[in-house]
């Protein structure tokens, strides 16, 4: 038989394939990220001279403002953005104009829906201890219900608007609760001491759950019927209020005080000198007295 002859297949090499890239100078073409570098520079750059233009066209308030921040941003210093940041619009007001911190607060106040038939019942003053916003009773109870604790729809509106403003701040807050000499009925286990503390405490709990930190809170007082705005008329329904106080910040000398009696959206006169009302005096009077040593009231007497 014929031998079979062995057939070799031979496999072509691989073709090796070899791609070589060209630069195309420092972008690398329309591929290239530089763009990006020189892009945000100019946007960089863009929003400094912005904020040098609005810092030009600021008042000087602000300005002293941002400067005090940038020399000591971690506080604390003479203007309320040293000392508060991220509490909005704290920078705005310095901490010893009151002056401007009460037009902000009546501005404020008109937002309140129907505030045009309250405003006669809410007075701003600044006294001696700080700015004191005061919300005056009528006879029907406009801002809390006759003989409760628990706010009416108008009260609790008009003190959450409040809360929003003074949140901002870092001044400390005190609330006190006032009534007027009207003895509460019942079998004398709830007076009006208990009713004017409630009615603080009451104040307090709204305005913490609106925007006041409860670092703020500095004091929550009870005064029941001892410190009336009008002593002559112990049964006056405005006797019957709620006071909230913002505080001087510590360092800062009170200005003097200004007359009683300055409604919301009016300008109180701070006339020729430190003046004490006698609201103040009656304040001065039910305050707790020393160990041994009586307060400037009682001695006068």
């Known amino acids: 038989m014929p031998e079979e002859s062995e057939i070799t297949v031979v496999q072509p090499a691989p073709k090796i394939v070899v791609v070589r890239r060209r630069g195309g100078g420092h972008g690398g073409g329309h591929h290239g990220g530089a763009w990006k570098v020189a892009y945000a520079d100019f946007v960089t750059a863009m929003m400094a001279l912005f904020i040098v233009l609005?810092?030009?066209?600021?008042?000087k308030e602000v300005q002293e403002a941002v400067s005090a921040y940038f020399n000591n941003p971690s506080g604390p210093g003479k203007m309320t953005g040293t000392a508060a940041a991220?509490?909005?619009?704290?920078?705005?007001?310095?901490?010893d104009d009151?002056?401007?911190l009460r037009d902000k607060i009546q501005q404020a106040l008109l937002q309140v829906p129907n505030f045009r038939n309250l405003k006669d019942?809410?007075?701003?003053?600044?006294?001696?201890?700080g700015l004191r916003i005061e919300l005056l009773e009528t006879e029907a109870g406009i801002f809390f219900e006759s003989g409760k604790p628990k706010p009416t729809e108008s009260g609790?509106?008009?003190?959450?608007?409040?809360?929003?403003?003074?949140?901002?701040?870092?001044?400390?807050?005190?609330?006190e609760g006032h009534t007027d000499a009207k003895p509460f009925g019942g079998d004398g286990s709830y007076s009006n001491w208990e009713l004017s503390t409630d009615r603080a405490n009451s104040a307090r709990k709204l305005m913490e759950s609106s925007g006041l930190r409860t670092s703020q809170i500095q004091q929550v007082r009870g005064y029941a019927d001892r410190a009336m705005r009008h002593p002559d008329d112990p049964t006056a329904a405005?006797?019957?209020?709620?006071?909230?106080?913002?505080?001087?910040?510590?360092g800062t000398d009170p200005p003097k005080t200004e007359p009683e009696g300055a409604k919301a959206g009016e300008h109180g006169n701070t006339g020729e000198g430190?003046?004490?009302?006698?609201?103040?005096?009656s304040l001065e009077a039910a305050k707790p007295v020393e160990q041994?040593?009586?307060?400037?009231a009682a001695a006068a007497k």
């Open 98 to 100: 009151m002056k401007s």
């Open 86 to 95: 991220g509490l909005g619009n704290a920078l705005e007001i310095p901490k």
């Open 54 to 59: 609005w810092l030009m066209s600021a008042d």
């Open 274 to 281: 430190p003046k004490t009302s006698e609201h103040e005096k």
């Open 238 to 250: 405005s006797n019957r209020r709620i006071s909230v106080i913002v505080q001087y910040m510590p």
């Open 292 to 296: 041994g040593k009586p307060n400037a």
């Open 156 to 175: 609790s509106e008009l003190l959450r608007r409040l809360a929003e403003e003074l949140g901002k701040l870092p001044n400390g807050i005190l609330i």
């Open 121 to 129: 019942h809410v007075e701003i003053t600044i006294t001696s201890d």
